[in-house]
């Protein structure tokens, strides 16, 4: 079955330590995106693939970086500039980058806690 | 920049009973999206409205769009404890490409 598989589902971060979070999809999707979602609140754009080789800040990008090197895969690393990294962060894909009438679709996520 | 508000932000239902869930955002729009979230998981896509007087419907839920007041609301007629959830809206504006802005959800619980 198609989906993004995003590991791992719990990650622990030391001060100073930079983090990955892995995200990968099998669905053939273009576009690629990171949110973050802290607890009782909506989900923030950190940032956004559109093809390969590309990507755009969102509205929260500061103390993170991503890399799209391959069609399937947008990892997404937490640097020590990263104050609050504590939360929820989620991956998504879509069909196409522009108007469409398919949704995003989402993997199960990966929490985030600071040792 | 947009703004997108949901309301009520926390709803306690009786099984059976009917309620309705507002997403009020700040400009013109021509997509809408809402989005079903347990906790702990991801978010399940539940309705894609493209334009206005959009209504769709699945089970017991009913989403509807009206672009001229920026206003969709979520209906949920006779709830069931299956529903207990947190529903999410998510606005596209006109013209732009894919960022979705998301309202901060609404925690529903379903009471027997």
């Known amino acids: 079955d198609g989906g993004i598989t995003q590991s791992p589902k719990y990650l622990f971060r030391k001060e100073g330590q930079n983090v990955t979070l892995s995200c990968e999809q099998n669905l053939n999707h273009d576009a690629m995106y990171w949110y973050r979602q802290d607890p009782g609140q909506g989900l923030r754009l950190i940032y956004y693939?559109?093809?390969?080789?590309?990507?755009q800040k969102g509205d929260i990008a500061e103390g993170y970086s991503v890399s799209r090197e391959k069609k399937e895969s947008f990892p997404l690393t937490v640097t020590s500039a990263q104050k609050n990294p504590t939360a929820f962060y989620l991956c998504?894909?879509?069909?196409?980058?522009?108007?469409?009438?398919?949704?995003?679709?989402f993997g199960d996520g990966t929490r985030l806690s600071i040792l | 920049e947009l703004k997108v508000e949901q309301n009520p932000l926390f709803l306690s239902m009786q099984e059976g009973k009917n309620y309705t869930i507002y997403c009020n955002y700040s400009t013109t729009s021509d997509r809408l999206y809402w989005y079903r979230q347990d906790p702990g998981k991801s978010l399940e896509s539940l309705f894609v409205l493209l334009s206005n007087g959009a209504v769709k419907q699945e089970g017991r839920l009913m989403a509807s769009l009206d672009t001229k007041a920026r206003l969709s609301t979520l209906h949920i007629t006779a709830a069931v404890h299956d529903l207990s959830a947190t529903y999410f809206c998510?606005?596209?504006?006109?013209?732009?490409?894919?960022?979705?802005?998301f309202g901060s959800g609404t925690q529903l619980t379903v009471l027997p």
């Open positions: 998510a606005v596209s504006p006109s013209g732009s490409a894919r960022q979705l802005t």
């Open positions: 693939s559109q093809i390969v080789n590309d990507f």
């Open positions: 998504a894909s879509s069909v196409t980058w522009g108007p469409s009438n398919q949704p995003q679709h």
